[in-house]
């Protein structure tokens, strides 16, 4: 009876020991950032609880020195504990897939913020007008460069040089070819920073006021801009717009319906590792432990995968045809070392639902604007006209047959739109406000099959 007795004691100290550690290691996160240190402090906690009461066991066994076997017992599982966190949790697993090195083309702002960004610049035709137009991306996270500047072999806004304006493409901060946050000693990435960046980015190019496009997330951020600096923004474009109102699941359309396989193939993807599930509860008590734990370029890969299986799966709506759309993560560079920023992704979406409403301060906004929604969007109708019943000087225009990369799909109806409504001459497409939009956008809307191959 003793030995059972001994015997439970013993494997009631190890198993309370390693499971302790856990909410152990948790905790400590609180008050420390290194990984390392946070799992010495659970490990030390398991060999704690392992050598009390292994000790108590072979004392009610009557076995000789209860204590030198009970440490010997603790010293064992700490041993394994560290060897298991060391390949399971401290071990970065790869390396970072390099993204294509920038052209002779990219060039860098050094801002007053802090930020270094990498930029493509396309010049006007002749004399350039006073007013350039910058081109703002969405993800949040999702690079402009290099990828979307060849998307369909054609920049986005590539005729408008030809009308005299001078183009700005940029990687926001925190993705592409710009400078990181080091989030170890740094405050994490917010709205206010993106607005920021391109307030400098306006004083840097000298203009006294820009046109802005927007595309998808950028069109938020565009709109948050304007906020805080309507002088400067002479237009505005906003392409397949993210909600004015941040966090409302009813403004995202759902991805195509997916069959079994599929589902569980995309639910592989969107599953993270081990390590990065740890990050992300490390980050609900310390950002900066998370980001000593799981660098950049390890959450990007997996943003990255997740990207992949979405285009391939006609999750995002990226394009009217599923063939064009599958091409679409190897055309963004999806599969390997496009630049996408994960924190950034994760910091922003986080940090725009705690912004106030927009809409009030944006109602008085006068700025001539035109709102661009796609046939095949991942973001509602309701959501485009948001932005076109919110501000007064608005036009909302309707692009049949394109995915929520206009450009990519309708090159042409894209240009020609846009050429017009900066010409002040009027719009090919009529501006259309009903509740209801013109053409089929639930997702389960007509698309183009893509040929599959046996698998």
Known sequence: ????????????????????????????????????????????????????????????????????????????????????????????????????????????????????????????????????????????????????????????????????????????????????????????????????????????????????VGWSWGAFFAARYMLEYPDRVEKAVFEAPAPLVAGRQGDFVPGAPLSPADSARYAQAMRPTFRIDVGRQLANMNSRAAFYLVPDWEVDQWLEKQYAEMLRLHQIWGSCDEAREAALASALGVTGGSGVGFFLQTHLVDDAGKLEDARPRLRENRTPTLVLHPQCDILTWASALEYRTTLPNSRLVPIAGAGHMIWYDQPQVHAGVIEAFLSDAPLPIEDYAKETPPFSTSSNRTRVPATRSPS
């Open 1 to 212: 009876m003793r030995k059972i007795s001994a015997i439970l004691l013993i494997f009631a100290g190890v198993v309370i020991g390693v499971l302790g550690s856990s909410p152990v290691f948790f905790a400590a996160a609180f008050y420390v950032n290194s990984p390392v240190l946070l799992v010495l402090i659970a490990t030390a906690f398991a060999v704690l609880m392992t050598a009390v009461m292994a000790w108590v066991g072979f004392r009610v066994a009557r076995a000789g020195r209860p204590a030198a076997k009970g440490l010997a017992l603790a010293a064992s599982v700490g041993a394994v504990c560290l060897v298991a966190a060391y390949f399971v949790l401290l071990r970065p697993p790869g390396h970072p897939a390099p993204m294509p090195p920038p052209g002779p083309e990219v060039q860098h702002w050094q801002l007053p913020t802090g930020s270094r960004i990498a930029y493509v610049k396309s010049p006007a035709v002749g004399k350039p007008r006073p007013t350039p137009v910058i081109m703002i991306h969405g993800g949040p996270g999702g690079p402009m460069l290099p990828f979307c500047l060849t998307l369909g072999g054609h920049a986005p806004l590539e005729t408008l040089p030809a009308l005299g304006y001078d183009v700005y493409y940029y990687d926001q901060l925190g993705c592409g070819y710009s400078s990181r946050l080091d989030l170890r000693r740094e405050v994490p990435y917010t709205v206010a920073r993106v607005v920021d960046d391109l307030e400098a980015i306006r004083a840097a190019i000298g203009a006294e006021k820009v046109i802005l």
